[in-house]
């Protein structure tokens, strides 16, 4: 049972545009969500966090978008660049932190071409 | 320095064996973890350990085994392996109650054959 959806497994954008990357999820419980950036032979990296109790998160090109009543979170990247080239998981947790582990999506594969 | 180590990088060995991948962390967090990525790309987690309290995931077989000798280190030992025990294993640390994440390592990318 996916908790946590990303149904899209790759997208791919013209370097300078915006990339939206989509996540879904089920569990009402979730109260803090997370994007993780992988590059390949690596382990996943921090990127951005959400608490449930806003709507937005910005960290320079780097925006969170949540909407609680749709149960649904966007990662936008403007402008993209290259070097974004890698596969995003979206994560959530049910009690903040450690004390519920992280559940992630499958990941979406974003190529930016330049 | 790299934060959270996995060794080995690579893992080939035969059905059947007994095998162990070792995490270390320098971070000094005092919650580590073990993901299962299989072939459909799921990140899955598996166990999560602090000095306090083992969490196991239900869906894990009972081969699969965490040891700890402390705080910085939770190595994973399977036994009798099989086929589908074939994956990349992340080990992760954090700091309990964190809202930051987790700090993941490179992984460990096991073939059994």
């Known amino acids: 049972d996916q908790q946590v959806k990303q149904n899209s497994p790759s997208l791919s954008v013209q370097e300078g545009r915006i990339s939206i990357l989509n996540c879904d999820y089920t569990?009402?419980?979730?109260?803090?969500f997370l994007w993780y950036k992988k590059y390949p032979a690596e382990g996943p990296t921090f990127l951005i966090s959400?608490?449930?109790?806003?709507d937005k998160n910005e960290d320079g090109r780097f925006t969170v978008f949540l909407n609680k009543s749709a149960k649904h979170l966007s990662l936008h990247i403007v402008p993209s660049q290259p070097g974004d080239s890698a596969v995003y998981f979206c994560?959530?947790?049910?009690?903040?932190?450690?004390?519920?582990?992280?559940?992630f999506g499958k990941g979406t594969k974003l190529s930016v071409k330049p | 320095d790299t934060a959270v180590s996995q060794t080995p990088k690579y893992l080939v060995t035969q059905m059947g064996n007994d095998k162990s991948i070792k995490c270390e962390q320098n971070?000094?967090?005092?919650?580590m973890y073990w993901y299962k990525q299989d072939s459909k790309k799921f990140l899955k987690i598996m166990f999560s350990?602090?000095?306090?309290?083992?969490?196991i995931n239900e869906t894990v077989p009972n081969r699969f085994s965490p040891k700890s000798p402390d705080k910085a280190h939770l190595n994973l030992h399977i036994n009798s392996l099989e086929l589908g025990d074939s994956a990349v294993y992340f080990c992760?640390?954090?700091?309990?109650?964190?809202?930051?994440?987790?700090?993941f390592g490179s992984g460990t990318r096991l073939t059994v054959v």
């Open positions: 994560a959530a947790s049910g009690h903040g932190g450690s004390q519920g582990n992280l559940i």
């Open positions: 569990n009402s419980m979730f109260d803090y």
């Open positions: 959400i608490s449930s109790i806003k």
């Open positions: 971070l000094g967090h005092d919650t």
């Open positions: 350990y602090n000095n306090k309290e083992l969490i």
């Open positions: 992760a640390s954090s700091h309990t109650g964190s809202y930051y994440g987790y700090t």
